[in-house]
């Protein structure tokens, strides 16, 4: 039910921008929580956007990438993708990215890890300066 497959992560200078994809099994016409959190060696694991599947693709995002990240999904087929894009990206995004989500939630704690019970592998981003 919660499969999770990121992918997109790579290396890219200072302003550049990347799009990563998490591939669900999770089913297009459902309610779902399903967010992207990354994690930097060293520091705790932050929350970074989430989108409510169904019912208007609500989203959320953390302070620090308004206006420069966005969450979007994609229901063309049976399953949700979801993907990220992120442009003007700064040295301090660096971090491995995980896609997660919560099968049939309301996002009633976006960006809080704890929320979710199914998490991809990660994929790494890493930005140059």
């Known amino acids: 039910q919660g499969q999770l497959v990121e992918s997109g992560g790579g290396s890219v200078q200072a302003g550049g921008s990347l799009r990563l994809s998490c591939a669900t099994s999770l089913t297009s016409y459902g309610m779902n929580c399903i967010g992207w959190f990354r994690q930097a060696p060293g520091r705790e694991r932050e929350g970074v956007t989430a989108i409510r599947t169904g019912g208007g693709g609500t989203t959320f995002y953390a302070d620090s990438v308004k206006g420069r990240f966005t969450i979007s999904q994609d229901n063309a087929k049976n399953t949700v993708t979801v993907y990220l894009q992120m442009n003007s990206l700064k040295p301090a995004d660096t971090a491995m990215y995980y896609c997660?989500?919560?099968?049939?939630?309301?996002?009633?704690?976006?960006?809080?890890?704890?929320?979710?019970?199914?998490w991809g592998q990660g994929t790494q981003v890493t930005v140059s300066s």
């Open positions: 997660a989500a919560v099968p049939g939630g309301y996002c009633s704690r976006p960006l809080s890890g704890d929320y979710y019970n199914y």
